[in-house]
Structure formats: structure tokens, C-alpha cells
């Protein structure tokens, strides 16, 4: 029997892995720290609060056939998995579609937010990236896939972009949703609801680092769903989903405001659309957006009917304005 240890168990990523892991007939550690609980039955929780990523690993006190980290963040964590190279076979590891720049060597991603750069074309493994280093985001993520790479080890680096799924702190789909439950007549979204920041599913995530762990070798692969919606395409998929009414009113230009109005978590001014076709030599598919997206949405509802969106939808406090400043909104409305 394959056996294998994740990290980031509770999370969207980790948790789809270890169920796609154990219905393949794997054995699964699922690390967790700080008291979260992994939700796939039939892993084997590990605390790790307080350790390295090598003391979880060694602690085991047997080595695994694999190790999957969508948690790691720069070169101090990759040289932390490097540590108990000697326990485990193959690597995959999560790092983002942030990585690859635009001509000024700016993150793309950012780059096709603001409107300062992006074809549309669909972006190949070997195109530019950001400079490796500890400034930001993008750089440590960069710094950490060289430090993997440079190893010699058998690792998949992972490049998804706006990852849906079950478990995470931020389902996007939350941000249409909620205005659907609170009643709103109107839905303003920037650029005309024409951008394209492309999906990637927990679940394809999940089964492209299967495949990958079950063949480790050392690559790169972008990893996003087999369409690229649009946000109003989004929108109605959440729709069809949900049953919700989303009553878009859809605006030529940038969000408006200290609070973004009609910034979706998808809005750019350029499309970013990420090119998968060297996973899909390897058999993958990522399946749709809107094949993946219902359990989703359902567990949104439910995480919302017992009250407790706040805290499991954290990363909304962590805008730096309010996402749901509807009285902005009704202002830009009002002003036509």
C-alpha cells in the first residue's frame, strides 16, 4: 500500500488530495496544526503544531512513499522539506500563478488587475517569472520552486490560479453569494463583466499531484480548470448552482472607490489565462468550472446557514476595505 503525508490537511488543497489519495487505496497522514481537525475520513491526523516541516515527517518514525505541501512559502520552507529528503519519495508542492511577470518584471497577475499589461494569450510553463527573493508573495514562491528544483529531488511544482473547492478561507463564489442572500437588486461589476482570471478546482489540483506523486519526477505544471469563464459566465454558473438570483449591472471601466466597487475576486482588465497542456500529455483533465462548482456552493450555503462565514471565510477581513460596502454600491448606482 502507497502511503503518503500532506500538510495543510484541513485546507481546500489538502484535503482533496488525501480523499482522492484514499479512494485510490493509499495510506494517509494529514497534518494539521493549531487544532484543526482534517475532515477525510480514514487519514491519520498529525499534529504539527510547534514543528518543522522535517520533525513531522521524521517523526513518523517510517518513511512515505510521498509528501505534498500547498502550504510552503519561500526557500526557508523548501530547505525545511529538504531536511528529511532521506523520508519520502516523491514531492509535490503548490506554488501560484503569480509567478510569471510581465516585461517590466511585474507579477502578471497584478500586472492584469491594473490594466498595465496582459495579451490574453495563454501563459506556458517556461515564461518569465519574478525575480526570486523575500519581498513579496510572488518572489518568495519563485525562490522557493528554485530551491526544490536546484535540489535534485523529484519534485512537481504546482502553479494554480484562483483555486475553488470545499474548506477554503476564501471561496470567491462567497462574494456573489452573499449579496444574493441579502437581497440586493443590483450587482455592479467592473470592465463590463468581461474578465477572465482562470479557475482552478481543489479537486483537479488535487488529482493533476495524484497522478504526479504516483510518477514523481521533476516538473513544473500550470494546473487550472479546462474553461476560462468570464465573470458574468461565473456569475451564472453560481446562479444555476445555487438557484440564486444575481441581477449583475455590469460597467465599462475600473472599480470605483476606496471599497472597489464592482471589483469581483475575478476582475482584471486583461485576461489571465493560464496554458495546461503539459499536464494533459500526462492523461489530466481539470474538468470545468461550472462541473466543479456545485459542491461548492453548497457548502457555502451551509457554512452561511449555521452562521459562521466570518471566521471560515477569513480572508475577506484581510482586504484591506470592506467587499461588501453595499452603500457604496447603491451610490454608484444611483449615479448611473
Known amino acids: 500500500m502507497p502511503s503518503a503525508l500532506i500538510f495543510g490537511a484541513a485546507g481546500q488543497l489538502g484535503s482533496a488530495l488525501a480523499e482522492r489519495l484514499l479512494s485510490?487505496?493509499?495510506?494517509?497522514?494529514?497534518?494539521?496544526?493549531?487544532?484543526?481537525?482534517?475532515?477525510?475520513?480514514?487519514?491519520?491526523p498529525v499534529d504539527g503544531t510547534g514543528k518543522s516541516r522535517a520533525a513531522v515527517i521524521q517523526d513518523l518514525g517510517r518513511p512515505v512513499d510521498a509528501v505534498f505541501d500547498p502550504t510552503a512559502y519561500g526557500e526557508a520552507d523548501a530547505q525545511d522539506l529538504l531536511r528529511a529528503r532521506a523520508h519520502f519519495g516523491g514531492l509535490a508542492?503548490?506554488?501560484?500563478?503569480?509567478?510569471?511577470?510581465?516585461a517590466e518584471g511585474r507579477s502578471l497577475v497584478a500586472s492584469s488587475q491594473s490594466g498595465a499589461t496582459g495579451s490574453g494569450d495563454?501563459?506556458?510553463?517556461?515564461?518569465?517569472?519574478?525575480?526570486?527573493?523575500?519581498?513579496?508573495?510572488?518572489?518568495?514562491?519563485?525562490?522557493?520552486?528554485?530551491?526544490?528544483?536546484?535540489?535534485?529531488?523529484p519534485v512537481t511544482?504546482?502553479?494554480?490560479?484562483?483555486?475553488?473547492?470545499?474548506?477554503?478561507?476564501?471561496?470567491?463564489?462567497?462574494?456573489?453569494?452573499?449579496?444574493?442572500l441579502d437581497g440586493r437588486r443590483a450587482i455592479p461589476v467592473a470592465y463590463?463583466?468581461?474578465?477572465?482570471?482562470?479557475?482552478?478546482?481543489?479537486?483537479?489540483?488535487?488529482?493533476l499531484a495524484a497522478?504526479?506523486?504516483?510518477?514523481?519526477?521533476?516538473?513544473?505544471?500550470?494546473?487550472?480548470?479546462?474553461?476560462?469563464?468570464?465573470?458574468?459566465q461565473i456569475a451564472a454558473a453560481i446562479a444555476e448552482a445555487t438557484g440564486l438570483s444575481l441581477p449583475l449591472a455590469p460597467f465599462q471601466g475600473a472599480p470605483v472607490g476606496l471599497s472597489h466597487v464592482g471589483s469581483t475576486p475575478w476582475s482584471?482588465?486583461?485576461?489571465?489565462?493560464?496554458?495546461?497542456?503539459?499536464?494533459?500529455?500526462?492523461?489530466?483533465?481539470?474538468?470545468?468550472?461550472?462541473?466543479?462548482?456545485?459542491e461548492t456552493c453548497r457548502w457555502v450555503l451551509e457554512v452561511a446557514r449555521k452562521g459562521g462565514w466570518k471566521a471560515q471565510f477569513s480572508t475577506f477581513s484581510a482586504y484591506g476595505y470592506d467587499p461588501f460596502d453595499y452603500a457604496a454600491e447603491d451610490e454608484l448606482l444611483a449615479a448611473g
Not at 24 to 44: I, K, M
Not at 270 to 288: E, I, M, Q, R
Open 93 to 102: 508542492v503548490v506554488s501560484s500563478a503569480s509567478v510569471y511577470a510581465d
Open 24 to 44: 485510490s487505496g493509499w495510506q494517509v497522514w494529514a497534518v494539521t496544526r493549531e487544532g484543526r481537525t482534517p475532515p477525510s475520513a480514514g487519514a491519520r
Open 157 to 180: 511544482i504546482l502553479r494554480p490560479c484562483a483555486i475553488h473547492g470545499l474548506h477554503s478561507t476564501h471561496p470567491r463564489e462567497w462574494w456573489f453569494i452573499k449579496r444574493a
Open 268 to 294: 482584471t482588465e486583461h485576461p489571465f489565462v493560464l496554458d495546461t497542456t503539459a499536464a494533459k500529455t500526462l492523461g489530466w483533465s481539470g474538468g470545468t468550472y461550472r462541473e466543479r462548482l456545485g
Open 211 to 232: 497522478l504526479c506523486l504516483e510518477a514523481p519526477g521533476r516538473r513544473v505544471l500550470n494546473v487550472a480548470d479546462d474553461d476560462a469563464p468570464s465573470v458574468v
Open 122 to 153: 495563454p501563459i506556458p510553463e517556461g515564461a518569465p517569472t519574478v525575480q526570486p527573493g523575500d519581498g513579496g508573495y510572488a518572489a518568495r514562491k519563485v525562490a522557493l520552486e528554485q530551491a526544490l528544483l536546484a535540489s535534485g529531488a
Open 192 to 207: 463590463g463583466g468581461r474578465s477572465v482570471f482562470h479557475t482552478s478546482s481543489a479537486r483537479g489540483v488535487a488529482e
